[in-house]
């Protein structure tokens, strides 16, 4: 089985949402006024993106956690050879 079968576009966009919400929980470390700038209407809805400046724990355990399941996956389904271990390191 190769890769491109094995490949999940929903779970490795996932994975991105979860590196935004801590690069965004940092953002907000060291600009604390910005989040509280985030509230606008849109739709006659109020919109408030302040929550994603508070999801940065949240977000590493699950970057982290769909890292070792895509990651892993990848290396489950070749054979151990010398080679192969070699190639999955190298990406």
Do not use: C
């Not at 600009?31 to 985030?38: D, E, F, G, M, Q």
């Not at 209407?41 to 769909?66: I, P, R, T, Y």
Request: net charge positive; no cysteine.
């Amino acid at each position: 089985m190769n890769i491109e079968k094995t490949f999940n576009p929903a779970l490795h966009g996932l994975r991105g949402v979860a590196a935004m919400a801590v690069v965004f929980f940092h953002w907000a470390q060291f600009y604390p006024a910005i989040p509280n700038k985030l509230d606008f209407e849109f739709l006659g809805q109020n919109w408030d993106f302040s929550l994603w400046f508070d999801m940065g724990g949240f977000g590493v355990a699950l970057f982290f956690v769909l890292s070792g399941y895509l990651l892993g996956g990848q290396l489950s389904q070749k054979a151990l050879t010398k080679e192969s271990i070699t190639r999955f390191w190298q990406r």
